[in-house]
């Protein structure tokens, strides 16, 4: 009886792992959030203050191709968003050397922004939205948050690639806070844009 207890037990944990294992891989082909500019659409003509707290056009920050434009929570309190940030440093100069602006939007104030980019050494912009102004034109602010909460303002996260006329060509939006795009696949990506 006890080795027939112990046989079950063993194929309800292996049951258990192959289940589990299964739901992370589902989670990683995560479908985009239907949030963000229509694809096609043209950016919104939006000033926001960058890391310096100098106002700043999108439209200027565009290059000769593009620009990728990172919409994250925060620089201060998000981890996820943190290590994200850094991933982007890592390959920012294949996307500049490809023609694209980069940028970072999210609703940390200018000195919280200047002070991560010193610190992590970024060589591309990073932007403050804090009237949630700019998140709210590009439709991408975080619907599970409300007005009062201390968090309202963050975006989903995600990413828009748009082309050297400002118009949407590409857009990634996850619901959670987890998952994020990646950048190596986005390069391979821009091939086909």
Not at 18 to 43: E, M, N, Q, R, Y
Not at 149 to 175: A, L, T
Request: glycine share 6%; with cysteine; aromatic share 12%.
């Amino acid at each position: 009886m006890y080795n027939l207890l112990k046989t079950k037990s063993i194929k309800l944990s292996i049951f258990t792992f192959i289940f589990t294992l299964c739901s992370f891989s589902s989670l990683a082909a995560l479908p985009s959030v239907d949030t963000g500019p229509k694809l096609g659409s043209k950016l919104p003509a939006l000033t926001v203050l960058d890391q310096f707290g100098d106002k700043q056009q999108l439209k200027n920050i565009i290059g000769s191709k593009g620009a990728i434009i990172v919409l994250f929570r925060s620089a201060d309190w998000c981890p996820f968003c943190k290590r994200h940030l850094i991933e982007l440093q890592s390959e920012v100069k294949h996307f500049k050397n490809k023609g694209y602006g980069v940028m970072g939007i999210s609703y940390d104030s200018p000195n919280t922004l200047r002070k991560f980019s010193h610190k992590k050494k970024l060589s591309y912009t990073l932007l403050s939205d804090q009237n949630v102004e700019t998140f709210k034109a590009l439709n991408v602010v975080n619907t599970e948050n409300e007005p009062d909460d201390r968090h309202y303002g963050i975006p989903f996260p995600g990413v828009i690639v748009v082309d050297n006329m400002g118009k949407v060509v590409y857009k990634y939006f996850f619901e959670g806070y987890k998952k994020r795009v990646k950048f190596k696949k986005l390069l391979k990506d821009l091939h086909s844009l």
